[in-house]
């Protein structure tokens, strides 16, 4: 089986600038790093989230697969060390694990 992680994440509209800073060098950190999880980031145009949100999402291989990517970003200390600083720009944020259907 397939999942997608997927990170939600809003921001005030007036962070912007600097929530997007910090989340370059986010996108970074995963470029330079091959033993991390690559994901993509998307922005909300239309639909369910609102247009100040980032949506990062990776496809895994396995649900176990899905959790050691999990276990990876949050026990990782540059992560941990970033997120500090972008985590006050965050208003509601949540973690989806979307099973991918071969039908």
């Known amino acids: 089986m397939t999942f997608v992680v ?3 994440q809003e921001y005030a509209v007036h962070e912007r ?3 997007m800073e ?3 060098r986010f996108a970074e950190m995963e470029r330079r790093r091959p033993d991390w999880p690559q994901g ?3 922005q909300p145009y239309a ?3 609102v247009t100040n949100a980032l949506v ?3 496809t895994v291989g396995s649900l176990a697969e899905a959790e050691s990517a999990l276990a990876r970003i949050e026990g990782d200390e540059e992560h941990a060390e970033l997120f ?3 985590a006050p720009l965050i208003t509601p944020a ?3 694990i979307l099973e991918v259907l071969d039908l």
Do not use: C, H
């Open 40 to 42: 993509r980031r998307l």
């Open 22 to 24: 910090l989340e370059a």
């Open 94 to 96: 949540r973690t989806e």
């Open 6 to 8: 997927r990170f939600v």
């Open 17 to 19: 600038d600097a929530f």
């Open 84 to 86: 500090a600083r972008q």
């Open 47 to 49: 639909g369910a989230d």
């Open 56 to 58: 990062w999402e990776t």
